[in-house]
């Protein structure tokens, strides 16, 4: 079972960039899709994007789509998500997650069983 830990939240003006990181211990890191979600108050959790297990294939939200870039480093048992040109919707608690089953797919919001605490993204206007 895997345990997941997000940093790299902030504050942060419309316009600007953070990167999050997620840190990953307790299982095998390759064999997991790996996903980022975020969730605003008042909304549902949403996925923004994924990263497949093997090939590295990655799936982004129309909404962050040229602005995101989600990254993994399977040797460091680690995945980014680099936001540029943050925009005041943006802000959310942002979610790492984790989709250990081989047959599912990466892009399936539900397919995602292991997740972490959560850190929050704060753009100001």
Known sequence: QVQLVESGGGLVQAGGSLRLSCAASGGTFARYSMGWFRQAPGKERELVAAI???????????SVKGRFTMSRDNAKNTVYLQMNSLKPEDTAVYYCAADGDYYSDYRNKNGYDYWGQGTQVTVSS
């Open 52 to 62: 497949s297990r093997s090939i590295g294939s990655t799936y982004y939200a129309d």
